[in-house]
């Protein structure tokens, strides 16, 4: 049940694909230099090793309890939470200014990797506290900032955020809450929130929760939406915790996975009023979510780069260790290890080779983060914003998929064993399963690839994206390998092929979202799903022409990287065109948009 | 949380597609005519929708529990399974002289499929007694059968099959339970049995142990295994229940799914030695074991089918209660349910159009099993088996693989709410888990399709096939809608694609097992499932070709079944190449298999 974090791979993506050079030179990123990075990393490895991941398979087993609105989280969480926030690691990437480290997101996104595949459940707490953290840097007065952020990024308090409401999930137009303005500039809140992750909880002094609701006179739909803070408890001036304010736990979640972050039903209000102070202006709350939510969905695509992680490490460890059948190659006529079966080294690599390539794209997405925040040159961020805008919902909607995938797989490789829950193989395919649902489905980041980042501009981010790829197929040509490499061979075939599947994607998109919505809308998680494959593997031929060059600096590492990218070529980039088809297949209007509902 | 049999799409299969009029032609088979079949299937549905498929949930919930050795099953369930014994289900497609109805494997498959989408937890405990009946039916003695299948077919007693032991799962070769001849002729069992699927309940009054064990001097390997036959109880000349025999269940697993089905740990011999009798003859268990796997792994493909069909129903009846966010096409600016959102659309139709063209490959085979043991003629009925046996593991593994994905499709559909226990889609997704594992791993399916189904007899058989699928494709060509119809433009496109790409992996099979069994091997996977979607596709195909020329009898109908055959060839056998080219891949000798062990 160990973890050992990947520090090597890591710091190959930050330092050879995601330009760590670049991001170290922004302004503000002085300290953060190499040797930093690699301390960092590394004593990041150390604490989700040793304090987090002995914790999964107990939190797991022991889930949080509720009684009377108290929630008791599992046995060791509380002393975990403790030394998360002692070390510092919520400010990783928050301002100095509040007591953050202000380290550039490169670098924060391989530990929030770590503390995820250590252990989601726990991992969620500091990742809606982030969210927090953000929403109130973003909108909340300096009064707002001063009272909440500091005590947010010591860890003395958590964060949640409050969206969603019965009737209310992905369309938030349906929030009911409400918040009534009272005569000394504060509101009351009255309402009832869902799916609060960690919404209520022992490991923090107080809990601050960001919550949309609608003012009385707003305007309906989505327009009249606004943010509010309501704390637990009430905060004094001084920051001193004061009295118990009107939001209560009636309830959490009997779920599937994920069953050691408590997910609350909070009732608001049935006392009076829960108090609450509004962020920002009113009826622009869900403006504000929309700038943070990037940060979030990006979030939760590392959640399943790691979780996916996790679970490949345990599936290489059985397979090393369980023996079973001889050779089908007559090697030998001992039975052996499995790991020695062509096809479990099959689902080993395939879970391996998206694995890395799903967390390469997500650093070089971490990247364009920081040069977009940072850099000198107004010019230079807007671009930087535009590919990084681009990337997130890919991020978010193929690094769950494919989470699901791999942790399925890892069940696999463990055979009857891995449906046995005391394994724990069947844990990391049970928690992987909400990462596609929560912080906006796959459907929903596929519409927002669709239209707000590729139609929008009618395409023009997408095209400046694969004109790098081109770059890359270029240089793949013009290798030295490239007469003779098998991998060079199938990577530039297969990559060539891929990028011009999604390039036909976009004109897609592009020339049809206006005219034919329903068309382009029932191909936009194959869209999502074709930038997710092409875009990974085009990280992944960078990777191998940098492994390759640099093969004999470190034989093991860098070969291993050329096979793993050579068997994405082979395996999963040649999935691209079949995503095409479907893609360009919207436009008949049959299939299954010729169903009528009550044939379904 | 009901379950409605797709009666109709049944009996289109059966008649259209896999051919009934030939089988119910077939001598033995006189009373099993078109108004037989349809009540039969009628009266499936009305048991199987109403007793236990109210009992799936139940199951999952109040799963059963052990406590000093007994185990007692979910409430209902004991009579649930009484209801089921005196409907005579059991004995559907077994001889009519032990108590069965003799019915083709054609008529027996849809109320299997019926039983397993309505409970299958409950749906394995007949399945297998199904496996001991055949057994016993195959290898066992006229005593023996006398003694036991009647009361098997009956429902009086149930039966099991311990093949797994710790050290040996996949690799039965590792089998050390073993059997000693008694000077009575009878042997005593010792060891050790995992995994035993419903190898300890309360539903019935006796357990036939079906038991893989080595006689002292047996030879070392899968040639020294034989086959016993190991009661609960006692049995007398007259049938009476006796005394206890020494078999015990020592523990029950906590697993991740199918949790209303036992599975024991069975400890032998203990208490002195469990009293077996053996089946047929010495060190030839494995062999009989062969023979019944073929009717096992099929029913367990047939699993995969109904848990998929299931999951589809709860997701489609959730897609059009819930009401969530405006259509995309702006047609109105009130909340829709989400059924009109086009990727809830594409998730269903994805869903509906692997499980109709799963069901339909499976019923086919089961058509070709029936001409293969009825037919008059010895050529036909070796042809028959040769198809037979090809499409055996391609039911098994990629009806399974395809439920695992449709499963998780469905937890999709219902969003947020999917991943809460009480909603019932997780339950499916977990169930489902196990099929790609258990009555051998997909692998293992794929090593036989390639080694014993494609290779040994040098593709032979597999061109057979092929060559059905270019009638296929020439009727669609032939066709006087294929002019105008983008359904047949699609479906001979990507058909002719499948066709070929499924061509080109059984040409690599057959030249390179022998030369190159690693390269082969590591993509007997991606063969299977290439085999699974283009015949799946070629089925589909047939259909679109039928319900087009029948769409004026019932527009609604086959309307239905056009749109989902267009969606199959759209989104569906385009992976049909991505999977050609992982299989050739493996050539190189490179990736996956170029890694070694401790680069994992």
Redesign the interface.
Known sequence: MTYTAPVKDMLFVINELAGFDEVAALPGFEDAGAETTQAVLEEAARFNGKVLAPLNFEGDKHANAWRDGQVTTTPGFKEAFRQFAEGGWQGLMHPVEFGGQGLPKLVATPCMEMRNAANLSFALCPLLTDGAIEALLTAGSDELKQRYVPKLISGEWTGTMNL?EP?A???L??VRTRAELQADGTYKVFGTKI?ITWGEHDMAENIVHLVLARTPNAPEGVKGISLFVVPKFMVGDDGSLGTRNDVYCVSI?????IKASPTAVLQYGDHGGATGYLVGEENHGLQYMFIMMNASRFAVGIQGVGVADRAYQKA?AY??ER???CP???STKQ?V?I????????M???M?ALTEGARALAYVAAAHCDIAHRHADAATRAGHQAIYEYLVPVVKGWSTELS?DVA?LG??VH??M?????TGA?QY??DA??L???EG???IQ??DLVGRKTARDGGATARVILAQVDETIVALERHAAYAAD??FK?MHR?LSAGRDALAHGVDFVVANTKSD??AV??????YLKLAGIVLSGWQMARALLVATDKQSDDP?FY??KR??A??FS??IL?????LE??IV??K?G???????????
């Open positions: 969603t009737q999930g992905s369309d137009s349906l799916f979640e009997h779920k599937l996975g290489a397979a090393k023996v079973q059948s089908v190659d007559g039975s290890t790991i020695h079966h062509p096809d479990v080294r099959r080993l690599a395939s391996r699901i399925s069940v696999q055979g009857g891995g449906f046995i829950e005391e069947a395919y049970r399963r909400i596609t649902i929560y489905t796959t459907a596929a519409n098998p991998a199938s297969h919505p329903n809308f029932v191909g936009s998680v194959p093991s070969g291993a096979a793993t050579h068997f082979d395996h040649p999935q691209a065109p079949a088809a479907s297949s919207g008949s049959e299939g299954g948009l010729a169903l009528k509902e009550e044939q379904f």
